[in-house]
């Protein structure tokens, strides 16, 4: 039986209870939350977009993909678009799902990764609570800088070692 903990600011808590196969039931906390897109950007140069964007509660700068949460009721790639526009000043001529997933079973929010080709300049404002730097990095060099972070934003490293794998998989 799942009982609600919490629900607020776009969060709710529940505790879950599930079956295994053998009949043991096994109970957690779960969370529900909204849904993420995360861009990476290639520029005409082959060139990474990367952020370097001031996060409060940590009080200090972390660098990271342009990443913004899905509204109720959108579409992923309209977020997309949305974010890139919002954080970087650039629109996607070309926007491609490239993968989705979950981080982990006990968060309940989906990850979209994009491919964002043939960018433009069309921005949009960006929100004021944000406060960001843009650079174009060569992929190896964006690697390096997201793993050497104080701290690492997972997905974005993550999503940049898949695109990596993958790219050189492609050559």
Do not use: C
Not at 66 to 74: F, M, Q, R, V
Request: charged share 30%; net charge negative.
């Amino acid at each position: 039986m799942d009982q609600e903990l919490f629900s607020g600011d776009g969060w709710t808590i529940t505790r879950e209870e599930a079956v295994l196969p053998n009949g043991v039931v096994a109970r957690a906390a779960r969370a529900r939350t909204f849904d993420t897109a995360y861009l990476i950007g290639v520029n005409g140069d082959r060139k990474i977009l990367l952020l370097r964007e001031y996060r409060p509660f940590f009080a200090k700068y972390i660098w990271k993909l342009p990443t913004g949460k899905i509204k109720a009721g959108e579409d992923p790639d309209v977020t997309a678009q949305r974010v890139l526009r919002e954080e970087t000043g650039f629109e996607a001529g070309l926007l491609t799902l490239l993968w989705s997933g979950q981080g982990t079973e006990r968060l309940r929010a989906i990850d979209y990764f994009f491919l964002a080709e043939q960018l433009e300049a069309s921005p949009l404002p960006p929100d004021e609570d944000e406060l960001m730097e843009i650079h174009f990095l060569p992929i190896e060099q964006a690697v390096d800088t997201l793993l050497r972070s104080d701290i690492v934003h997972t997905p974005s490293a993550y999503a940049l070692m898949r695109f990596e794998r993958s790219r050189n998989a492609d050559h």
